[in-house]
Structure formats: structure tokens, C-alpha cells
């Protein structure tokens, strides 16, 4: 076993729900045996922080490809144009006046979990803070296992082994991002008709045992088997779980800095942003074992 894998350096965040590696992501790309170590931590700590980075974009494809199958973007508009793993979220311009990236600035606050509104959603996701704003921005990580263990024993009954129904239009109507205001817009109207997706509402790491809450605030709008006064009163007690203070993690994202967290056991959502501060954020998802992780099916 290499030194650096018996001696990585890392510190708690919050609880076991969040730890912060400080190690070079370069030098770890070459030592199997540090990543092992890492993918080991994974499991009992969805988010991980790896401060203060400098990275290309093929080591973080490569970094990602390390953790489970790095996908191509589903969103070609701000797709990276060296590598179609990445896409940006960017508040630069082009010379042309495009936003380089998506999702520049405004109401990008609500709670929720990438993907959950696709039939195969790929549930891991690797952000890097290339250039951050010195205000706003902040972005939280809410612990859905806790919230799983927060709820009423009697909800617990009635959710678990249900299966919930994600809507896309949902999420539209709610997040207000930049490049969606224009509902005409084929990108628009592309998103507004993709079909339900269906997930269980409770899910179960296959190492652990633990369960964790799937209920994405911007996506699920009901459960099979309830009846509609049921989904009425049992959904919010479901999203207000979710988003419980003492289970949440605020991180002030510095330059460099590269976050790695497991979206079938976690929520996020970000500050307020203004369009006159700079910001470019890379993102890369993929595809976790269902061996390892708890995926939805």
C-alpha cells in the first residue's frame, strides 16, 4: 500500500455526513490504493471536499471515470467544447454574448437532487470551482439519511417500498434558470416533455443498510398507493425532512475547490447569484454501482 493511502489527510465537516480530503487530485489519479480508500470513505460520507485544486478537465473526467461511469452531458448547450463529460455553470460570456455555462444566476435555490427526473438518473456528480464569487454562491448539502430518521414512525410505514412519480415540468415551473425563462425555446420544450420517471421514495445502501429519503421537492409529485388527501398531507412532511437545518452542510466554495457527493442520499441548493460576478463551476455525473450505492431502480 502506498504512504499517501495510510496518510490521507482529512478532517470532519459535519458529523460523518461530510469530510474534507486535503490531498492533491493529481497526485491521487496515479494511486489505486488512495482511491480505494476514498471510494471506502464514500459510503459513509456522501460529500466529500477537496480544497483548493488546480485541475485540467481531462483529470477530472479521469478522477470521475475512478468512482463509476462518467456520462456524456444531456445538455449540449453548456457542454464543455474539449470534453462532452463536462458541462458549466457560468455567469461568463462568449464573445458572441452567450453564457458560457447554464444556470447563471437568479432563483436556483430550491432543494433538490440532479436527476431524479430521469428514468436512469446517474446519481453521482463531481463539482470544481474554477473561478467563485466572493459573495453569494454558497451552495448546502442536506442529509437524506437523517431526514429518513426524522420522520414520523407512521410515515415511515406508509412511504417505504412505495414507489414516487418525478415530473421535469415540475421542476421548470419552480427553478427559474436563465436559459429556461424562454418556455418556447426547443431547449424548453425539449425538457417540459420528457415522460414521468419512477422511483422508490426510500432508499437502502446495499453495504450499509442505511435508508435514506428520495423525495426531490422539485420533482416528486405523488406516490403510488396513496390517495390524494394522503399525498396532500404526507409530501410536505416529506419535503420539510429534507431540508432540515441540523442536518444541512453550508460550504463557501473557494477557487479550486472540487466537491464529490452522492445525490441518492443527499440534496443540494445554492445562494442567490448576480450576473455581474464571475463564476465558472464544471460539473461531471455518473454512474455508481448499485452494488455500492443506493440507486434508485
Not at 254 to 264: E, I, K, Q, R, T
Amino acid at each position: 500500500m502506498s504512504a499517501i493511502a495510510t496518510e490521507l489527510k482529512i478532517r470532519k465537516l459535519h458529523s460523518d455526513f461530510v469530510i474534507e480530503i486535503d490531498e492533491r487530485i493529481d497526485q491521487l489519479l496515479d494511486d489505486p490504493d488512495a482511491i480505494a480508500q476514498i471510494r471506502q470513505l464514500w459510503q459513509t460520507s456522501p460529500l466529500i471536499v477537496f480544497p483548493r485544486q488546480s485541475l485540467e478537465e481531462a483529470e477530472q473526467v479521469r478522477f470521475t471515470a475512478l468512482f463509476g461511469r462518467c456520462e456524456s452531458a444531456n445538455r449540449k448547450d453548456i457542454q464543455s467544447p474539449y470534453f462532452d463529460e463536462i458541462i458549466y455553470f457560468s455567469t461568463l460570456r462568449y464573445a458572441d454574448g452567450r453564457f458560457v455555462g447554464g444556470f447563471a444566476g437568479g432563483d436556483d435555490v430550491d432543494w433538490h437532487s440532479d436527476q431524479t427526473f430521469m428514468v436512469n438518473p446517474a446519481t453521482g456528480a463531481m463539482l470544481y470551482g474554477v473561478e467563485v464569487p466572493k459573495g453569494g454562491g454558497d451552495i448546502y448539502w442536506a442529509n437524506q439519511y437523517g431526514a429518513w430518521d426524522k420522520l414520523p414512525t407512521d410515515v415511515q410505514k406508509l412511504i417505504d417500498g412505495r414507489t414516487g412519480t418525478y415530473r421535469y415540468a415540475k421542476r421548470m415551473a419552480i427553478m427559474n434558470t436563465l436559459e429556461l425563462k424562454d418556455k418556447d425555446s426547443p431547449q424548453a420544450k425539449k425538457m417540459a416533455a420528457l415522460p414521468d420517471a419512477f422511483h422508490p421514495v426510500v432508499l437502502t445502501h446495499p453495504v450499509t443498510g442505511r435508508k435514506a429519503l428520495y423525495a426531490d421537492p422539485t420533482t416528486l409529485v405523488s406516490i403510488e398507493g396513496l390517495s390524494e388527501a394522503e399525498n396532500a398531507r404526507v409530501l410536505p412532511i416529506l419535503f420539510e425532512a429534507g431540508g432540515s437545518a441540523d442536518l444541512v452542510y453550508r460550504h463557501k466554495v473557494h477557487n479550486g475547490d472540487l466537491m464529490l457527493w452522492d445525490n441518492g442520499c443527499t440534496m443540494h441548493r445554492r445562494d442567490n447569484m448576480q450576473l455581474d460576478q464571475p463564476r465558472l463551476m464544471k460539473r461531471t455525473t455518473f454512474r455508481l454501482s448499485p452494488e455500492l450505492h443506493c440507486v434508485p431502480h
